[in-house]
């Protein structure tokens, strides 16, 4: 159980990092758009993009959970579906 659990959490300590750059990636390549887009409509541009990608960052975290009280089973399955979450 030890060993699975520090296992998880290296991999959930990867797969944050992975949406973080994969967010920042995405900020990038949409912010280059916004930047075509007239003065007055980059800001509210800019903001709606920000909270979409708020909102995606947080749905991926959340499938993540803290290993503190799971099961061996419970692990596992997390094991599997933490390698198949990306931005």
Do not use: C, F
Request: glycine residues 2%; charged residues 40%.
């Amino acid at each position: 159980l030890k060993k699975r659990r520090a296992e998880y959490n290296a991999l959930k300590a990867k797969a944050k990092k992975a949406i973080t750059v994969g967010k920042k990636a995405h900020y990038d390549r949409e912010n280059s758009k916004i930047k075509k887009l007239p003065v007055k409509e980059r800001k509210a541009a800019r903001q709606k993009l920000k909270a979409e990608l708020k909102e995606k960052q947080q749905t991926l975290l959340k499938q993540m959970p803290a290993a503190g009280r799971l099961t061996l089973q419970h692990l596992v399955a997390l094991i599997s579906k933490v390698n198949k979450v990306k931005w």
